[in-house]
């Protein structure tokens, strides 16, 4: 998969099908998209793109949005990859790149830029200055400037339209098995491990620590998880804290893995952590026996957890 940081492509990158979005998260839903427009971009021999944005639109206009992305951009890239996308454009979104018309974005930067023959959107694609463009602009300029318009229908799951915002309300929920239904795999966390307080060590359970950066908050509490270091094709299983640690007063949020039978120092090895199940709450201690013993029960819930199918 070919890479642009721009919509400066090259011309045999053009008279592609391009599929326009944000795609966090790249749930089932994206993939339907997806698959919709490989098909089309295989049947007429053409190659099949992706143009997304980064940072998110919504991030960089609500700079007090934090917790927010399902996927930083790192595994975002990977994902697309893994479905046999041909080009990849990361769109920089910043101060110049919002003030543009929604004309400016159809005429200078799809036409003339990137030219493609046809382009896959969702029904309620906004973009413009003031999110004025929509698909009915999108669709007539299209008719116009030589490139078809195509809509796909939205991807259902029990009657309800899969979404990164539904995704993103599962796992605050902590209903995180049926957000890996709807991702298609694991939700995962991608980090690097730092030095702790090694207070998981002197109750007997030593952890890596991560910081979660601008991933959602899944719901505070404990998790059955798999983890893979960097290069490696072994999957460590563990449980995880995510949260605020309460019962020792911690003010930041951290994911602090635990992993069975794993002695070995993990200390700046960067790490993908899958959430696999949520075992319990949050929730503050009287006291370290008190929450030593919660643990051995946490450890056992998560152990009967990873008898069944990981998605990954």
């Not at 919509?7 to 099908?17: D, E």
């Not at 599962?170 to 030095?195: Q, T």
């Not at 998790?223 to 605020?244: C, D, E, F, P």
Request: hydrophobic residues 40%; proline residues 3%.
């Amino acid at each position: 998969m070919k890479i642009f940081n721009s919509s400066n492509i090259p011309s045999n990158y053009k008279n592609a099908v391009l599929a326009i979005g944000n795609f966090d998260g790249l749930h089932n839903g994206h993939k339907k998209v997806f698959c919709e427009a490989k098909r089309l971009a295989k049947k007429l021999k053409l190659k099949f793109g992706i143009l997304t944005f980064t940072p998110l639109p919504v991030m960089y206009f609500n700079k007090k949005i934090k917790n927010f992305r399902i996927n930083n951009d790192k595994q975002k890239k990977e994902q697309i990859k893994k479905l046999g996308v041909d080009f990849l454009i990361n769109q920089k979104f910043n101060y110049n790149f919002s003030k543009k018309s929604s004309d400016f974005f159809i005429k200078k930067i799809i036409k003339k830029k990137i030219s493609p023959k046809f382009l896959f959107v969702s029904n309620n694609f906004r973009f413009g200055y003031n999110r004025q463009g929509n698909v009915f602009q999108l669709r007539n300029s299209g008719n116009a400037l030589g490139f078809k318009l195509i809509i796909t229908k939205p991807f259902q799951y029990n009657k309800k339209i899969v979404s990164s915002t539904l995704v993103r309300n599962l796992l605050i929920s902590g209903k995180v098995n049926l957000a890996n239904k709807l991702l298609g795999r694991n939700w995962s966390i991608n980090g690097y491990v730092k030095k702790g307080k090694k207070v998981g060590k002197t109750l007997g359970f030593p952890t890596c620590n991560i910081d979660i950066k601008n991933y959602i908050l899944a719901k505070p509490g404990v998790y059955g998880v798999k983890v893979r270091i960097k290069n490696s094709k072994k999957l460590m299983k563990g449980i995880a804290n995510l949260g605020y640690r309460p019962t020792f007063g911690g003010k930041d949020v951290i994911l602090e893995v635990n992993l069975f039978n794993i002695k070995r120092n993990l200390y700046k090895k960067e790490l993908t952590v899958y959430f696999q199940k949520f075992v319990r709450s949050e929730k503050k201690f009287k006291n370290k026996g008190q929450l030593i013993k919660q643990i051995f029960k946490d450890i056992q819930v998560a152990k009967n957890s990873f008898k069944n199918k990981v998605i990954l």
